[in-house]
């Protein structure tokens, strides 16, 4: 089984950062595709940004590009989204994603993962 343990959300006013990071645990010799989504209230939980296992490639939503970034220290097990910029439409609940895969796409859909943390929550003011 696979654990996924977010940290790092917290209040922060517009325009400024935070960093979240997702620390994984068991079977930690298989590869994962690892992924940020949210939800805000009312809202279904949209795909914010992903990184592949292998090579490290990334992808972001619209939303988010440019402002975002996501890493990972694969000897660590562990993913990062640092957040610049940020807006109060980015208040959300934010989830740590992982599926075991070592391809070069990245999922961007919630269904194709199969493991999810239990949120931690980011809220901006303006």
């Known amino acids: 089984q696979v654990q996924l343990v977010e940290s790092g959300g917290g209040l922060v006013q517009a325009g400024g950062s935070l960093r979240l990071s997702c620390a994984r645990s068991g079977r930690t010799f298989r590869r994962y595709l690892m992924a940020w989504f949210r939800q805000a209230p009312g809202k279904e939980r949209e795909f914010v940004a992903g990184i592949t296992w292998s090579r490290g490639r990334t992808v972001y939503s619209d939303s988010v590009k440019g402002r975002f970034t996501i890493s990972r220290a694969n000897t660590q097990n562990t993913v990062f989204l640092q957040m610049n910029s940020l807006k109060p439409e980015d208040t959300a609940v934010y989830y740590c994603?992982?599926?075991?895969?070592?391809?070069?796409?990245?999922?961007?859909?919630?269904?194709?993962?199969?493991?999810w943390g239990q949120g931690t929550q980011v809220t901006v003011s303006s």
């Open positions: 994603a992982a599926v075991n895969s070592d391809g070069t796409a990245v999922l961007t859909t919630r269904d194709e993962y199969d493991y």
